[in-house]
């Protein structure tokens, strides 16, 4: 499988994309750390991780899909929710993961858009977040992840991205080429 982008090229997308929501929407100025390639995932992580799942058909007809995800502390996490939201949110709770949510959509939202750009268009999907102590995440294809690390005063938050070539699914193309009914009683 080949990279869609190359890593370069990821890095400095999320940097702009990451550093212009983070001013935007939290008046918070990022620094970008230096990236790196994960193949390995982190364990035992605490904190609070999202994803959204990124998936085209390039300009050539050529089928891409990969993930977007964001990481960083609870402590973080509440902060960024706090000052998206205007309000001090003291702990993880449903409106600090929408609120986390809603940051990494606009993110890799924006990053779509200049992906779009480079290879055609491309498809989001809804963000998940997960919090918790002591959990690991991982791909099932165990692909390299381009990681660009952010410092936001004390905090920090990673933007992690994976895509790759894919055989379209002849599955979903099999069965999804006419319309089925299902009659149930």
């Given amino acids: 499988m080949e990279e869609i982008l190359d890593s370069a090229t990821i890095v400095t997308i999320v940097g702009n994309a990451t550093r212009e929501v983070l001013s935007t929407m939290l008046g918070l100025e990022a620094e970008t750390e230096e990236s790196y390639?994960?193949?390995?995932?982190?364990?035992?992580?605490?904190?609070?991780?999202?994803?959204?799942?990124?998936?085209?058909?390039?300009?050539?007809?050529?089928?891409w899909a990969g993930t977007g995800t964001l990481?960083?502390?609870?402590?973080?996490?509440?902060?960024?929710?706090?000052?998206?939201?205007?309000?001090?949110?003291?702990?993880?709770?449903?409106?600090?993961l929408d609120a986390f949510a809603e940051l990494t959509n606009m993110i890799i939202g924006n990053?779509?858009?200049?992906?779009?750009?480079?290879?055609?268009?491309?498809?989001?999907?809804?963000?998940?977040v997960i919090h918790g102590r002591n959990f690991s995440t991982r791909s099932l294809s165990r692909e390299t992840w381009t990681v660009v690390p952010f410092l936001c005063g004390?905090?920090?938050?990673?933007?992690?991205?994976?895509?790759?070539?894919?055989?379209?699914?002849?599955?979903?193309?099999?069965?999804?080429?006419?319309q089925e009914f299902i009659l149930t009683r």
Avoid: Q, W
């Fill in 154 to 178: 004390e905090d920090r938050i990673e933007v992690k991205i994976c895509l790759k070539d894919r055989e379209p699914n002849t599955f979903a193309h099999r069965y999804g080429e006419r």
């Fill in 71 to 96: 990481r960083c502390s609870s402590v973080a996490a509440c902060r960024f929710a706090s000052r998206f939201l205007m309000t001090e949110l003291p702990s993880v709770d449903d409106e600090v």
């Fill in 37 to 63: 390639m994960e193949t390995a995932p982190h364990s035992n992580t605490e904190g609070v991780v999202s994803f959204v799942g990124l998936a085209g058909v390039g300009r050539a007809g050529d089928h």
């Fill in 111 to 128: 990053f779509k858009n200049e992906v779009e750009k480079r290879v055609g268009p491309t498809g989001l999907s809804i963000p998940t």
